[in-house]
Antibody, heavy 125, light 107 residues
Framework: EVQLLESGGGLVQPGGSLRLSCAASGFTFSDYAMNWVRQTPRRGLEWVSAVPADGSNTYYADSVKGRFTISRDDSTNTLSLQMNSLRAEDTALYYC??????????????????WGQGTLVTVSS | EIVLTQSPATLSLSPGERATLSCRASQSVSTYLAWYQQKPGHAPRILIYDASNRAAGIPARFSGSGSGTDFTLTISSLEPEDFAVYYCQQRSSWPPAFGQGTKVEIK
């Protein structure tokens, strides 16, 4: 059974940093692209970032480009999201998502085949 | 960026009735469209991928159709556990985008 367990969320001040982690199990982690998707009541679901199975590239939404960094560690089956220069509009529930579809070094067209339960990030002073 | 518009925003139906949900894309997404179900307090769950393929373990009462810019999710006969919010998602171009959702509520 696929399991994705996010951690690292919390309250942070504007301009601060936070690192999210996702512990994956129940599948061969190194065979799959992985993603972060966030959700807010106001803006709905937003695809934040993706990394192909081989880690050959990284993809970001314009809203987080230059501030967020996605990474994967296949030795520990862990996906991470380093979030810097956080803004109030980054407040959201962040989901770790096992990708289906297509995501490789030259293009990334993913879908969300399995989702974790999410970790809440609140950016506020 | 591609924008997805779902209609209606809310669908009020009784168990046993047929539900028809619409998703319209601002430009063609071919058949690169997925549907998800989300219940309160839970993460989204994929139902349909590539417009018409049911994901593993999804009951046959869920079906998807369409191509280009117009797509439909049909629930042939609503079960009590089907009352939820449904989202469409395109993966024709980066970044993937979601519609704003259709809530299927009990009438």
């Amino acid at each position: 059974e696929v399991q994705l367990l996010e951690s690292g969320g919390g309250l942070v001040q504007p301009g601060g940093s936070l690192r999210l982690s996702c512990a994956a199990s129940g599948f061969t982690f190194s065979d799959y692209a992985m993603n972060w998707v966030r959700q807010t009541p106001r803006r709905g679901l937003e695809w934040v970032s993706a990394v192909p199975a081989d880690g050959s590239n990284t993809y970001y939404a314009d809203s987080v480009k230059g501030r967020f960094t996605i990474s994967r560690d296949d030795s520990t089956n862990t996906l991470s999201l380093q979030m810097n220069s956080l803004r109030a509009e980054d407040t959201a529930l962040y989901y770790c998502v096992k990708g289906g579809g297509y995501c490789h070094s030259t293009n990334c067209l993913p879908r969300g085949d399995h989702w974790g339960q999410g970790t809440l990030v609140t950016v506020s002073s | 960026e591609i924008v997805l518009t779902q209609s209606p925003a809310t669908l009020s139906l009784s168990p046993g009735e047929r539900a028809t949900l619409s998703c319209r894309a601002s430009q063609s997404v071919s058949t690169y469209l997925a549907w998800y179900q989300q219940k309160p307090g839970h993460a989204p769950r994929i139902l349909i991928y590539d417009a018409s393929n049911r994901a593993a373990g999804i009951p046959a009462r869920f079906s998807g159709s369409g191509s280009g810019t117009d797509f439909t999710l049909t629930i042939s006969s609503l079960e009590p556990e089907d009352f939820a919010v449904y989202y469409c998602q395109q993966r024709s171009s980066w970044p993937p985008a979601f519609g704003q959702g259709t809530k299927v509520e009990i009438k």
